[in-house]
């Protein structure tokens, strides 16, 4: 059974630095074909497409957003960590992970996502 | 850049209805184009990817047609479980960023 769950801090303050993780089972972040983005919501919007890591630890990110974002994985510990500088309660927001399946472009399994909210 | 434009924004429907919801690209995304459902404090859950093959186990009273820039999101006789809220996501190759619709809530009538 395929799982994320996502794990971090759900209050930080402004100008601070996030970092979220995303522990998946059910699969490996080795294998060939699987990737995982970050996605956030925030509260009342649409979601939107912060970072993916591809399986050959290749990266992309919002253009918007490209300057504070930093992505990674362990794949021994089956791990994807997001890195997002200089919070601002506009940050505020569900972060999600998901997975794709190799280079499809929309995500089939989610994570329950993780309320992060930006105030002093 | 890129933008979906859904319409409508809110649509009110009764249990039995068919309802249309259409999604508007900016610019031809051929039929890259997956439709999402999401119900309040969850995930949003895949429904339809590449505009209209349905993914496994979402009942066949969803569709999805369209291409280019132009794309619909057809249920067929309503249930209570359909209520949620929709969004339209492009993921051509031809442009580098995914990029969700706004959303459209179906409430109940």
């Known amino acids: 059974q395929v799982t994320l769950k996502e794990s971090g801090p759900v209050l930080v303050k402004p100008t601070e630095t996030l970092t979220l993780t995303c522990n998946v089972s059910?699969?490996?972040?080795?294998?060939?074909?699987?990737?995982v983005s970050w996605i956030r919501q925030a509260p009342g919007k649409a979601p939107e497409w912060l970072a993916h890591?591809?399986?050959?630890?290749?990266?992309s990110f919002s253009k918007s957003l490209k300057s504070r974002l930093t992505i990674s994985k362990d794949t021994s510990k089956s791990q994807v960590v997001l890195i997002m500088t200089l919070m601002d309660p506009v940050d505020t927001a569900t972060y999600y992970c998901?997975?794709?399946?190799?280079?499809?472009?929309?995500?089939?399994?989610w994570g329950q996502g993780i309320l992060v909210t930006v105030s002093s | 850049d890129i933008q979906l434009t859904q319409s409508p924004s809110t649509l009110s429907a009764s249990v039995g209805d068919r309802i249309t919801i259409t999604c508007r690209a900016s610019?031809?995304?051929?039929?890259?184009l997956a439709w999402y459902q999401q119900k309040p404090g969850k995930a949003p859950n895949l429904l339809i990817t590449k505009a209209s093959s349905l993914e496994s186990g979402v009942p066949s009273r969803f569709s999805g047609s369209g291409s280019g820039t132009e794309f619909t999101l057809t249920i067929n006789s309503l249930q209570p479980e359909d209520f949620a809220t929709y969004y339209c996501?492009?993921?051509?190759?031809?442009?580098?960023?995914?990029?969700f619709g706004q959303g459209t809530k179906l409430e109940i009538k």
């Open positions: 059910g699969f490996s972040l080795s294998n060939g074909q699987l990737g």
């Open positions: 996501q492009q993921y051509s190759s031809s442009f580098p960023e995914y990029i």
């Open positions: 890591i591809f399986s050959n630890d290749g990266k």
């Open positions: 610019q031809s995304i051929s039929r890259w």
């Open positions: 998901a997975r794709m399946f190799s280079t499809t472009g929309f995500w089939t399994h």
